[in-house]
């Protein structure tokens, strides 16, 4: 009975290790840092890859004639603070709208961003989206940003630039 006794303690130590370790490594991803960070509700993820013109219809025929004007107002809240812009019709955008993406966060968190994308038409705001970080991943979309100041831009719109949260 004894001899029992011990094979099932062992048995039951071996289980207990064995899904100790199997966690850890279900879990891995997480700890390397290449899992999407999310709090405790699953639906509420922190920072997610966001496309801010793909679903913008610059050539559609309501648009087809619209002036466009993209500006990447970034380094928020420091002493480099820029402004670049994209400007004119949507021909030349339409086919570039995936290279553009930013890491954005859910609004009304307190959380501050690190730039904005805002996406004017005919000089009215349709789209701004706050983010941490940016990537441009064409050469042609990289190289039509030029840098200009707040007030060129606010000239080019004709009213205040929207605050940036």
Excluded at 142 to 155: C, S, W
Aim: charged share 20%.
């Amino acid at each position: 009975m004894a001899h029992i006794m011990k094979n099932i303690i062992v048995m039951f130590i071996a289980g207990l290790l064995t899904a100790v370790i199997s966690g850890c490594f279900s879990h891995w991803p997480s700890f390397n840092g290449n899992a999407e960070k999310k709090t405790e509700n699953a639906d509420d993820v922190l920072g997610k890859i966001h496309h801010p013109l793909i679903d913008i219809p610059f050539m559609s025929a309501t648009n087809e004639n619209s002036d466009w004007l993209i500006i990447n107002h970034s380094n928020l809240f420091t002493d480099d603070e820029r402004f670049e812009i994209i400007q004119g019709r949507g021909a030349f955008l339409h086919f570039d709208t995936e290279h553009l993406k930013v890491i954005t966060f859910p609004r009304g968190r307190g959380t501050t961003p690190n730039g904005v994308i805002y996406v004017f038409r005919n000089g009215i705001l349709i789209r701004d989206v706050p983010y941490w970080e940016i990537y441009i991943t064409s050469t042609f979309l990289t190289n039509e940003f030029r840098q200009v100041t707040r007030v060129e831009i606010e000239e080019i719109i004709n009213s205040k630039l929207p605050p940036a949260i």
